[in-house]
């Protein structure tokens, strides 16, 4: 099973506008990782937050992270029609180096 | 830059073929992972390697193997390939640490 779920499955905005994906897990983790893929490529890594942070900013990314939820938010301000990709959030346990992926975020930008 | 190089972009293979997909890494990770994403399942960890010739079983190991005989090359290995592996398989690498992984472009892999 997934232990990150990205909420919505897809999202449609204008350029310009802000867009917000979340994710949900199920265990205690070490940190918590977003990427980007463009369709059809790698992952490219965005940004980590570790498990006592709350808040962390990267450029026009911002996450947040609440353990008590067990839950963590990607915001992308101002957003550009590059930003058009799939976003996964993903959860490293306290012991060991594996990430486990949830399902992803489809983000269309239009121009 | 990190760079994880995967060697083929598109493979097409026959059901009973044995297929060997590669990755290289050029920054002296230690840690590399072989995945496979399917469109509603998402990424699932197959294998993944600590060192030169350790590896561990990820969440769907059965139908595949890995080696690991050099610390830059983690070989994904499908002894006999069936139709339900097809999919795109992807190989990242990563440092110890609080530090994200690095992927390949990916490799599209198509039994028939």
């Known amino acids: 099973s997934q232990q990150g779920e990205e909420d919505p499955q897809a999202l449609s905005i204008q350029e310009g506008e802000n867009a917000t994906m979340n994710c949900s897990y199920k265990t205690s983790i070490n940190n918590l990782q977003w990427y980007r893929q463009n369709s059809g490529r790698g992952l490219v890594h965005l940004i980590l937050i570790r498990s006592n942070e709350r808040e962390k900013h990267s450029g026009r990314l911002r996450v947040t992270l609440d353990t008590s939820k067990k839950s963590s938010s990607l915001l992308i301000t101002a957003s550009r029609a590059a930003d058009t990709a799939s976003y996964f959030c993903a959860t490293r346990k306290a012991a060991g180096n594996k990430l486990t992926f949830g399902g992803g975020t489809r983000v269309l930008v239009k121009p | 830059d990190v760079k994880v190089t995967q060697s083929s972009r598109y493979l097409v293979k026959r059901t009973g073929e044995k297929v060997f997909l590669e990755c290289v890494q050029d920054m002296d990770h230690e840690n590399m992972f072989w995945y496979r994403q399917d469109p509603g399942l998402g990424l699932r960890l197959i294998y993944f390697s600590y060192d030169v010739k350790m590896k561990e079983k990820g969440d769907i190991p059965e139908g595949y193997s890995v080696s690991r005989e050099k610390k830059e090359r983690f070989s994904l290995i499908l002894e006999s390939a069936s139709t339900n592996q097809t999919s795109m398989y992807l190989c990242?690498?990563?440092?110890?640490?609080?530090?994200?992984?690095?992927f390949g472009s990916g490799t599209r892999l198509t039994v028939v």
């Open positions: 990242a690498s990563k440092t110890g640490g609080d530090y994200g992984y690095t």
